[in-house]
């Protein structure tokens, strides 16, 4: 053939005409007929061999364009709130293109990770490169596993660590990403089962030795998809923040106002004072002070700022790091309320009665500078009177006045009567190389229980001024329990010896009266813990159904800006309540609370689930030289496989296995929430005191197994339930066997 095309021809016709890739139509385009398409296939797979073209089944296409339709992945949106989409395979020199999503009316509301077809169009003079519009959506994304990766000589495996599953992935040769092995990594599923059984998969990102100390937290933000590093332009936007002028704010300078925090807080977002009211109408009154920073000055609505901390929705705290909602120069700095420095605020004053009750209130913002920064112990030792140097000088006009005001809401509490849990809050301490060095109960101080009182009281206030006032806001709502939980914990109660009493509206105080009766027994901490399992989820919405637990009609969360989006949202309806200024909340905002607040409700699950994941980690790595080991316990939980027992000395739950349980079946009680072994009729139930042996402690799954020794004092038989070697269990497999063989062999025929 006189005028055959170039390859550069053929590249350009391909790349000119994405749907129109294959042979024949390539040949057809060129005129290219008989022995001449002999020497197009050579040139095709030459122009494959160097990677300027792919073949996909019988097309070709420019590995550096993509075409007209495509798989795509959902990325998240930027700082402007723009969508944008990734290809699902892109084979082509350097990153993947940017793809902008342009909606249209009636769109389906995408998620990051959505697997959706879309139509695209290539745009020029833009930071993106495509332009796509939705055709379909297909799917929630490609599944998504941690674990370990082992090196083959085709590629390897993944080990998962989420002690939830055990199935391997198959990684095929290529898709390691440069993974070594034991290299903890993130993968993703690329197509169903190999011709092993196994998923396959490819490595989208390599996080290190898994058995690093700080890897533990790692794993939980990787796993439950913690954004945990901020926007070039969110920082920017943080740090070019300055300090508040008084300008219009209240003058609260003079005003002791002190934080109050653990030893080990990262922030200071909150700080209180109080003093003896001297109006003589309210004799043995109190007046309380509560100044919270505040945010809402430098996270104005729209911005990048405001955008990322939506996304995140809260802070995340881990036992050896912090993922906080804001940029450290605000977290840690502008919006943290320092010792000796000036710092913009909103406040709420708050009158009270000698017995606590709330008499009036009023809010402020203002500009405070507090004395001194504390924490609870010093506090504490000050109070039972052994104050340290910095603690003394503030006994008389800050410390005491504090507790004299907590005195008096205590009482109003005592009468509110909200649910009163004793659950003790483990600590983890971990050495500076990040080990666990011990696991011990927190301590619950009463001031603890001060700060809380105060923080609860401004929480009220807040929501009763924006209610009052009209502006929509975010109530934290906590609903009362379901009738179905509520009549097994009766069920719970009852096998314990204790009464809940039916035909009558629930209160609190009824619950109450339940944990009052098994306290100082031995079945308190399982009616505690029953008792919160009945609770139902606490949630924000804009629609106000009460929180059930505080036993409170109004209550909306005002005093953690730094780390909870809500919190911020009620602070800007402040702003709009009082019209303090511009940065208040905007009529988007108003128009998206219900959304806004599912999604936050999901963030603060995200992060407690993650929280926990964390813990028990560092709980099984505590443990894992302690394997073999007999320990006591308390059984905590009842399921078919098994059941769970909290530890003594850590409060770790590990996992009896049902199969280990003895030589004989045992049935599960779902209702009883009991196992019942059918030749012995023995009993396994909640909160039975037993004795136990650490079978297994895996610190990267944070999987812990027990062998149950004792219940109530009494030896457990050892054994697991197969049956005698030989016996009929052993001869029915046989034949199960043998049939299957004759079945395949009758197929085959």
């Known amino acids: 053939m006189k005028n055959f095309p170039s390859r550069d021809d053929i590249l350009q016709w391909v790349n000119d005409n994405p749907t129109k890739g294959s042979k024949r139509d390539i040949a057809r385009a060129f005129g290219i007929k008989g022995q001449a398409r002999i020497e197009l296939k050579r040139v095709l797979k030459e122009l494959q061999a160097e990677g300027h073209l792919e073949k996909r089944r019988k097309t070709y296409r420019d590995r550096d364009a993509l075409p007209p339709v495509s798989v795509c992945r959902v990325l998240g949106a930027d700082g402007d709130g723009d969508l944008f989409l990734g290809p699902v395979e892109w084979e082509g020199e350097g990153d993947a293109p940017r793809i902008l999503f342009i909606a249209k009316k009636g769109d389906p509301a995408l998620a990051e990770g959505d697997r959706v077809l879309a139509r695209l169009a290539k745009v020029s003079g833009e930071d993106y490169a495509y332009e796509a519009r939705l055709i379909r959506r297909i799917g929630t994304g490609p599944q998504k ?8 000589s085709d590629g390897g495996r993944i080990t998962p660590i989420d002690k939830g599953s055990d199935r391997e992935w198959r990684v095929p040769a290529g898709a390691e990403d440069g993974a070594r092995d034991g290299e903890l990594v993130e993968a993703e599923q690329t197509g169903p089962k190999s011709r092993m059984g196994l998923p396959l998969a490819k490595v989208v990102a390599r996080l290190g030795d898994p058995g690093a100390a700080r890897a533990v937290s790692l794993i939980a933000i990787h796993q439950h998809d913690i954004p945990d590093a901020f926007p070039d332009d969110v920082v920017a936007e943080a740090e070019a923040a300055k300090p508040v002028k008084l300008g219009k704010r209240e003058d609260l300078r003079d005003l002791p106002l002190v934080t109050i925090d653990p030893s080990d807080a990262r922030d200071h977002d909150d700080a209180c004072f109080a003093h003896a009211d001297d109006d003589p109408k309210n004799p043995g009154g109190h007046v309380v002070w509560v100044a919270i920073a505040d945010v809402a000055h430098y996270v104005r609505p729209g911005t990048k700022l405001d955008v990322e901390a939506r996304k995140r929705g809260n802070s995340t705290y881990f036992p050896d790091r912090v993922v906080p909602m804001l940029p450290d120069a605000l977290s840690g700095d502008l919006c943290s309320l320092h010792e000796g420095v000036e710092r913009a605020c909103i406040a709420v004053r708050m009158v009270l009665d000698a017995e606590g009750n709330k008499l009036s209130h009023r809010f402020v913002r203002g500009l405070m500078n507090s ?35 907590y005195a008096a809401l205590k009482s109003a509490r005592e009468r509110r009567q909200p649910l009163e849990l004793d659950l003790p809050e483990r600590k983890i301490v971990l050495d500076d190389a990040g080990q666990v060095t011990s696991v011990a109960f927190r301590d619950r101080l009463d001031a603890h229980k001060l700060i809380e009182e105060f923080m609860v009281l401004a929480n009220v206030a807040a929501a009763e001024t924006l209610k009052e006032r009209g502006v929509e806001l975010l109530y934290r709502v906590h609903e009362e329990p379901s009738p179905e939980k509520l009549e097994s914990l009766r069920e719970v109660a009852g096998a314990s010896g204790f009464t809940l009493a039916k035909g009558q509206v629930l209160q609190t105080r009824h619950l109450n009266r339940l944990l009052d009766q098994a306290k100082d027994t031995e079945h308190a901490e399982l009616m505690n813990i029953s008792a919160l399992r009945s609770m139902t989820q606490a949630y924000y919405a804009p629609e106000n159904f009460g929180h059930f637990g505080l036993a409170l009609k109004n209550y909306a969360h005002f005093t953690s800006p730094i780390r909870r989006y809500a919190d911020l949202i009620v602070h800007r309806a402040l702003i709009t309540a009082h019209g303090w200024g511009k940065d208040g909340l905007d009529a988007a905002a108003r128009e998206g609370l219900k959304e806004t607040g599912e999604h936050i409700s999901t963030t603060e699950r995200r992060s407690m689930e993650a929280e926990r994941d964390t813990t028990d980690r560092y709980l099984a790595s505590y443990l894992a030289d302690r394997v073999g080991s007999e320990i006591g316990g308390r059984i905590s939980g009842v399921v078919s496989f098994g059941m769970f027992v909290k530890l003594d000395e850590t409060g770790a739950d590990g996992l009896v296995p049902v199969r280990t349980l003895g030589r004989e079946y045992f049935q599960f009680d779902r209702d009883a929430q009991t196992l019942r072994g059918e030749q012995s009729g023995r009993v396994l139930g909640l909160g039975q005191r037993v004795l136990v042996r650490i079978a297994e402690a895996t610190p990267q799954t944070g999987g812990l197994v027990l062998e149950l020794l004792e219940v109530e004092g009494k030896p457990m038989p050892q054994g697991g339930r197969s049956g005698r070697p030989g016996g009929p269990k052993r001869k029915l497999v046989k034949h199960r066997k043998k049939g299957s063989k004759l079945r395949k062999k009758a197929a085959r025929k």
């Open 145 to 152: 596993l941690l674990g370990v990766f082992k090196a083959g």
């Open 371 to 405: 004395p001194a920064a504390l924490n609870y112990e010093e506090v504490q030792a000050g109070q039972d009177g052994r104050p340290n140097d910095k603690v003394a000088p503030l006994m008389e006009g800050v410390i005491a006045p504090l507790y004299g005001a």
